[in-house]
């Protein structure tokens, strides 16, 4: 686990998060997103702890288990996505409370500000997540093995009731600071949960998501439902 700071954002995304389609941003709304990303920065304590599990999968009565460590669950959009793997990494990682707060405080006193804050930190959990995406796959390559695209509870038909056993197994509260509410949402608000799978297949896969890869709508393990 690492604290990490100055996040690089591409401003892209913050306008894409905002809802630009094709056109960029007007100069106001471009130094708006560049104030608000380097208020976010100060106020931002990311941090990010994973660990490696064996993956198990047991097919009974035509379902498909999936047991990786002690999670169970059983979602044939997981099952595509992890296809071969024998071992994952589950991941957490947050911005800490001071994003949430930042956004808060504006909901008060500028609707506009509180749009940019929101899409601005969205843009920068993910950007964060790569980093770490990139460690992650390091560390596998010297085992020999590749990473698949990253899946959280909640995409596709993987349950979001699956966050309490990422809560219990990499200890969140205690290492990141990430807490769930009864709903199974987390609190900092700009937090991921994920797991990445590792095999012996390199399928060049990118850090930063199927939705930017090439190989979009052909590959068999996307995480990419659509």
């Known amino acids: 686990m690492l604290v990490r700071k100055m996040i690089d954002v591409n401003h892209s995304e913050v306008e894409r998060y905002l809802g630009y389609k094709g056109t960029p941003s007007d100069g106001i709304t471009s130094e708006m997103i560049d104030f608000c990303v380097s208020e976010l920065n100060d ?13 198990v999968f047991t097919e009974s009565g035509g379902t498909c288990e999936i047991d990786i460590g002690r999670m169970k669950t059983c979602s044939s ?3 595509h996505n992890l296809k071969g793997c024998t071992k994952a990494f589950l991941l957490a990682a947050t911005l800490g409370l001071g994003p949430d707060r930042l956004i808060a405080r504006s909901e008060i006193t500028s609707i506009v500000k509180a749009a940019i804050y929101q899409a601005a930190a969205a843009a920068m959990i993910e950007a964060y997540v790569d980093g770490v995406n990139k460690e992650i796959k390091n560390k596998a390559f010297e085992q020999g093995l590749f990473t698949r695209p990253r899946f959280s509870p909640g995409y596709g038909d993987l349950p979001l009731v699956l966050q309490k056993d990422f809560a219990a197994m990499l200890d969140m509260p205690r290492t990141v600071g990430i807490t769930l509410t009864e709903s199974l949402l987390m609190k900092p608000s700009k937090s991921v949960t994920a797991i990445i ?3 012996g297949r390199d399928t060049s896969c990118v850090t930063e998501g199927c939705e930017v890869c090439v190989r979009r709508g052909e ?5 990419v439902t659509e």
């Open 43 to 55: 106020a931002a304590e990311p941090k990010y702890i994973y660990r490696q599990y064996d993956v």
């Open 77 to 79: 959009n997981l099952t």
């Open 197 to 199: 799978g590792l095999s």
């Open 219 to 223: 590959c068999e393990f996307s995480r």
